[in-house]
């Protein structure tokens, strides 16, 4: 049980990540493109970075919901 809630873990510390990326947008700094370009990328980069860290905290929940339901005495099917 404890290992899958480590597992669950990293899947929690990148969401949490890519979310601070999407809020703060330091990824535009990478980007060597005029203003009027940018104002296509900044919102598609955001709307990229934000839904890539909600899967991963989804992914992360049903570890951590999958690890507290999980019974070693009580074999699947």
Do not use: N
């Amino acid at each position: 049980r404890w290992l899958v809630y480590l597992a669950a873990l990293i899947p929690l510390g990148a969401g949490i990540a890519h979310l601070i990326k999407a809020w703060r947008a330091k990824f535009e700094r990478y980007f060597q493109c005029d203003e009027q370009t940018m104002r296509v990328v900044r919102p598609i980069s955001r709307i990229g970075l934000a839904a890539r860290g909600c899967v991963l905290l989804i992914i992360a929940a049903l570890l951590l919901t999958g690890g507290s339901r999980y019974s070693p005495t009580d074999p699947p099917g």
